[in-house]
Nanobody
Framework: QVQLVESGGGLVQAGGSLRLSCAASGTFFSINDMGWYRQAPGKQRELVSIITSGGTTNYADSVKGRFTISRDNAKSTVYLQMNSLKPEDTAVYYC???????????????WGLGTQVTVSS
């Protein structure tokens, strides 16, 4: 079984910073894309940022220039550095990963349980 465990959420004032981490554990061959999604109360889950195994990144327009995604393949961990936080960034942030269990097999997506980020004005 594969698990994704997020950490680093919390309460911060507007303009502040937080760093989220997500570590994958279990038995698997490799991990393709890893990413962060968020879901605010009453809204649909949305993509925040994604990073490929080769390091190519993509960001939602709303976080460009403020958030930075990175990963450590040796640790099977993805990070999200969030700077200049705004109240509208308040949401539960979820980690997502495409995990290759066996070469040539299916590549299911896994989700973490989420970590709350609250930005006060």
């Amino acid at each position: 079984q594969v698990q994704l465990v997020e950490s680093g959420g919390g309460l911060v004032q507007a303009g502040g910073s937080l760093r989220l981490s997500c570590a994958a554990s279990g038995t698997f061959f490799s991990i393709n894309d890893m990413g962060w999604y968020r879901q605010a109360p009453g809204k649909q889950r949305e993509l925040v940022s994604i990073i490929t195994s080769g390091g190519t990144t993509n960001y939602a327009d709303s976080v460009k220039g403020r958030f930075t995604i990175s990963r450590d393949n040796a640790k099977s961990t993805v990070y999200l550095q969030m700077n200049s936080l705004k109240p509208e960034d308040t949401a539960v942030y979820y980690c997502n990963a495409e995990v290759v269990r066996n070469p040539g097999g299916l590549i299911p997506q896994y989700w973490g349980l989420g970590t709350q980020v609250t930005v006060s004005s």
